[in-house]
T-cell receptor, first 115, second 113 residues
């Protein structure tokens, strides 16, 4: 089955710096890769996602890149702010036509942005 | 995004008892899922709730311990049976809709004493 590895487990940056979180996946049939932000005591919230037919996607200060050949994808946050502090999870899912719709999550990265 | 109402938000239960967690979504969704999240850890899928048929369980989870129902496209329940302190965790439901993708409920924080 799918296995998703995520690094680093913790990341501390100064406000205004960039943060990069990396994930690798094992199942070459995976084609959907979302990123979730989970603040303490709250539910995971989708912040950005990417499908395997594109290599990069941006949404303001957040971007995700995908390297299908190497089976890894990364989350990039620029101009970090203290409110970006949270746990971030990557996930992977197979194509819908395979019948597998479940998300497999990475182990999470705790991001701390210091003022 | 889609709205999922999950309840109870928290509970403290005696060992050996059972707790049923409910999730209601505000629109018809294709799939519903149940996860467990230990404090400080990632989300582990328990099972996929199939409408009108038996749930599909992941390795390490069994129906006798975690019976799941999904009587229609907008509602599902997860029961944690014969609880022990090791079952203390956060339980989350999630849905998949064509319009909004995956959305999570607010979670149920379970403590077994």
């Amino acid at each position: 089955g799918e296995n998703v590895e995520q690094h680093p487990s913790t990341l501390s940056v100064q406000e205004g710096d960039s943060a990069v979180i990396k994930c690798t996946y094992s199942d070459s049939a995976s084609n959907y890769f979302p990123w979730y932000k989970q603040e303490l005591g709250k539910r995971p919230q989708l912040i950005i996602d990417i499908r395997s037919n594109v290599g990069e996607k941006k949404d303001q200060r957040i971007a995700v890149t995908l390297n299908k050949t190497a089976k890894h994808f990364s989350l990039h946050i620029t101009e970090t702010q203290p409110e970006d502090s949270a746990v971030y999870f990557c996930a992977a899912r197979r194509a819908r036509n395979t019948g597998f719709q479940k998300l497999v999550f990475g182990t999470g990265t705790r991001l701390l942005v210091s003022p | 995004s889609a709205v999922i109402s999950q309840k109870p938000s928290r509970d403290i239960c005696q060992r050996g008892t059972s707790l049923t967690i409910q999730c209601q979504v505000d629109s018809q969704v294709t799939m519903m899922f149940w996860y467990r999240q230990q404090p400080g850890q990632s989300l582990t899928l328990i099972a996929t709730a199939n409408q009108g048929s038996e749930a599909t369980y992941e390795s390490g989870f069994v129906i006798d311990k975690f019976p799941i129902s999904r009587p229609n496209l907008t509602f599902s329940t997860l029961t944690v049976s014969n609880m022990s302190p090791e079952d203390s965790s956060i339980y989350l439901c999630s849905d998949l809709s064509p319009r909004y993708g995956y959305t999570f409920g607010s979670g149920t924080r379970l403590t077994v004493v």
